[in-house]
């Protein structure tokens, strides 16, 4: 079967937050690579390509994408432009809103919603497809049959280490275009899934059913040496939970793979709890760490169950600034902030020299103890608005003020980076326009 899947395209109205990266469609890349006996295409909209054209040139028999909250209406937007082409193309929807609100993904243009990992069932329901057999042997998904919908019973997760290497052939025009602000050309890699932690703001701990799970080192090295990009970016979602599993990685890592620089995420309770292992990681190649700051604030770490301190954020940061790791932070900005709470937040992150920002607006995602906790203050039922970067319910400040304050972290915050040589507009100033404009 030819079998056609889809990234969808950047939100116009934020697209500027691209210039903060565009990674790989790793989900896409792993989905593909369980079906190796069927003729596959990945179409990244993020980057190139229209829907209708691929669907002339390659009359796939069946189109799927992969959705998070934000990009939903697009997904749908996509199956039902696929159904126009032709109607006997069988529509399948992914990924962590289809998985955790999978109701609002049951509409006509969908034939299939495919709930967590899509590597452990997808193939089956493409066999299925084919040999016009029955799905309701098929764990995890959801299937229309005329007009009513039935949902299976979720499936038991596989360990990481029997899902197929991503098959990284099907992006390869576009891997030029993937990068995370500066570092590029760049290759995203797992070696985990899933968080042990309970964060009010996240649902990545209910989208993996509570478990967190990882690769064998020598899993994980085998992949990457295939691979010629000398960046790696390590997407897990926990990295460092285990510390013993990265130290054994490190040391595979450095014998393996030598000459490469590395991203990954880490909690900073985890920096503090082991600062030597983030030292040998920095002497294996180690040049940037993500940490999920979110505030400085105990009494707002407290309300997000982040289960860490204002002090343990301070002191993962200086650890990782004596041992030469760049931070990248992510910052959390509530709607109740009042213009005093942005000048302190942008004065802390210029006093603790955290060297690249990222600023966003505290969202109840759906799945998330904070949407059920906040979904009766909800004033908009479009998850377009579910970005990270509008304000989903009503905030203390005037609307275009608030805008105003989360743009300006921005410019304080990226105010001295090197300007385009060419004159060009700065990326921060231009993602900062494109926020404001939100507010008008």
């Not at 109701?103 to 034939?111: G, L």
């Not at 590029?184 to 968080?195: E, Y």
């Not at 009503?394 to 003020?401: G, H, I, K």
Request: proline share 6%; hydrophobic share 35%.
């Amino acid at each position: 079967m030819r079998v056609l899947l889809v990234q969808p395209p950047l939100d116009p109205t934020t697209s500027q937050l691209s210039t903060l990266g565009i990674p790989e469609p790793l989900g896409l890349e792993y989905v593909a690579a369980t079906i190796p006996e069927h003729e596959v295409r990945i179409l990244d909209l993020r980057v190139s390509g229209s829907l209708e054209a691929e669907i002339s040139s390659f009359s796939p028999d069946i189109v799927g994408v992969s959705s998070m909250t934000a990009n939903l209406p697009r997904s749908l937007e996509l199956l039902r432009r696929a159904k126009s082409c032709d109607s006997g193309i069988f529509t399948v929807i992914g990924g962590h809103h289809p998985t955790l609100l999978p109701a609002d993904c049951q509409v006509e243009d969908v034939d299939f919603i495919v709930r967590g990992d899509g590597e452990q069932c997808f193939g089956q329901l493409v066999r299925a497809i084919e040999s016009r057999g029955s799905f309701e042997s098929i764990p995890g998904i959801c299937y229309r049959s005329g007009s009513e919908w039935h949902t299976n019973d979720p499936k038991s997760t596989l360990p990481l280490d029997k899902y197929p290497v991503p098959n990284r052939k099907l992006t390869e025009k576009n891997r030029s275009a993937y990068f995370r602000v500066s570092l590029g050309p760049i290759i995203s890699a797992l070696t985990s899934k899933g968080c042990s932690r309970r964060c009010h703001f996240c649902a990545i701990w209910r989208f993996y059913q509570g478990k967190y799970r990882k690769r064998r080192a020598e899993s994980v090295v085998a992949e990457l040496s295939e691979q010629p990009e000398m960046t790696i970016d390590f997407v897990d979602d926990d990295a460092f939970a285990n510390l013993n599993h990265m130290e054994n990685l490190r040391k595979v890592v450095s014998r393996e793979l030598p000459g490469r620089t590395f991203r990954f995420y880490a909690r900073a309770d985890a920096i503090v709890r082991d600062p030597g292992l983030f030292e040998r990681w920095a002497n294996a190649g180690m040049k940037y760490v993500l940490i999920g700051l979110e505030s400085f604030k105990n009494e707002e770490l407290r309300d997000m169950n982040k289960s860490l301190t204002a002090a343990q954020n301070i002191q993962a940061l200086s650890i990782l600034k004596g041992i030469g790791i760049g931070v990248i932070g992510f910052l959390i900005v509530r709607p109740d902030f009042l213009v005093d709470d942005f000048k302190y937040l942008a004065d802390t992150v210029e006093k603790l020299e955290i060297l690249q920002p990222v600023y966003g607006t505290l969202t109840p995602f759906p799945g998330t103890t904070l949407f059920n906790n906040m979904k009766n203050k909800l004033i908009t039922d479009n998850w377009e608005h579910f970005d990270g970067i509008h304000a989903v319910v009503e905030t203390a400040l005037p609307r275009n003020e608030y805008y105003h304050q989360l743009a300006n972290l921005y410019r304080r915050s990226y105010s001295g980076y090197p300007k385009p040589t060419d004159g060009s507009v700065p990326w921060f100033e231009k993602l900062a326009e494109a926020i404001e404009n939100i507010g008008d």
